[in-house]
C-alpha cells in the first residue's frame, strides 16, 4: 500500500488562485496525487503503480521478513530500555533490522518502528489477527488486548497480553482468544476510549467477564506494580 510523502503546490487550486501556501496536493509513494481542497487528482506513474500492487500481492503470498542484524543499534536500545523494559524482554521479542528499524518480532506478525528518519514511521510484515499473546505466566484465564508491543510486554508480566498495533481488535483474534481465556480486558490509549468500550461490548458473549481500562497514559508508561492496580491483580507471592 502507498502512504504520504509530502506536500506540493495544487495546479488547478493555483490556476483559481488559490493554495498561495503551495502545499494543497498530497504526494504519495505509489506517485498518484491528490488535493483534499479542490478534488484534484494526479494518478501518476501506471508502471509505478503496476509495481506497487504487484508487491502488495507478493506480499501477501508469501510473508516476508526483516533483515536481522547481529546487533541491537543504540537508538533501539535507549528506545525500549526507556519504558524500562529488562534485556531479556528486549532480546525475547525485539531485533534490530540493518536498514534501520526496530523489529518487534511476533512470529507470523512484525512491527518495526522506522529510526532512519526517512518514509513512513512504521512497517507491518504479517496479519495482526494472527497475534499471540505474550505470556510469562501461563497460569491465568484471563487476557489483556493493548494497542503496541511494549504495552503489551509490560502488562505480560502480569497477565497475558496481545498487542494490536492500533485501535481495532479483529474479530477474528477475540474469537480465537475466547476459546483460551475466559476474561478479557481492553486496554487502549485514551483518546481512544469510546471505541473501547463499544468492541468490549461486543465480546461479551464470547468471556464470562470482559472489562475495559481507562487512564491518562499508555500502558507501557506505567511501573509493574502501577499495572497490577489497574488490572486489580493481588500479587499471589503475599496470599498465605
Known amino acids: 500500500m502507498s502512504h504520504f510523502l509530502y506536500n506540493e503546490r495544487c495546479p488547478k487550486c493555483s490556476a483559481n488562485g488559490a493554495d498561495k501556501s503551495g502545499n494543497n496536493l498530497a504526494v504519495y509513494s505509489d506517485t498518484h496525487k491528490y488535493c483534499f481542497a479542490c478534488g484534484y487528482h494526479d494518478r501518476g506513474d501506471i508502471v509505478e503503480k503496476y509495481k506497487d500492487r504487484?508487491?502488495?500481492?507478493v506480499e501477501k503470498k508469501s510473508f516476508m521478513s526483516?533483515?536481522?542484524a547481529q546487533f541491537m543499534d543504540s537508538k533501539g536500545m535507549t528506545y525500549?530500555?526507556?519504558y524500562g523494559l529488562t534485556n531479556d524482554e528486549i532480546n525475547k521479542n525485539y531485533f534490530w533490522d540493518s536498514d534501520g528499524y526496530l523489529v518487534f518480532d511476533g512470529g507470523?506478525?512484525?512491527n518495526?518502528?522506522?529510526f532512519t528518519g526517512l518514509g513512513a514511521k512504521y512497517m507491518t510484515r504479517g496479519v495482526i489477527r494472527n497475534n499471540e499473546p505474550i505470556m510469562q505466566n501461563t497460569q491465568n484465564d484471563s487476557v489483556i488486548i493493548v494497542e503496541?508491543?511494549?504495552s503489551a510486554i509490560k502488562v505480560s508480566r502480569v497477565l497475558p497480553s496481545v498487542p494490536i498495533h492500533n485501535s481495532i481488535i479483529p474479530l477474528e483474534l477475540i474469537l480465537r482468544l475466547s476459546k483460551r481465556f475466559k476474561k478479557l480486558?481492553?486496554?487502549?490509549d485514551k483518546d481512544k476510549s469510546l471505541s473501547a468500550l463499544k468492541q468490549a461490548g461486543n465480546a461479551k458473549l464470547l468471556f464470562d467477564e470482559v472489562r475495559t481500562?481507562?487512564?491518562d497514559l499508555d500502558p507501557k508508561c506505567y511501573s509493574e506494580t502501577e499495572i497490577k492496580k489497574y488490572l486489580n491483580v493481588i500479587d499471589m507471592e503475599k496470599q498465605v
Open 54 to 57: 504487484l508487491n502488495t500481492i
Open 148 to 150: 503496541d508491543a511494549i
Open 108 to 110: 507470523s506478525y512484525q
Open 66 to 68: 526483516f533483515n536481522r
Open 185 to 188: 480486558f481492553v486496554w487502549l
Open 213 to 215: 481500562i481507562w487512564t
Open 112 to 114: 518495526a518502528r522506522n
Open 80 to 82: 525500549l530500555k526507556k
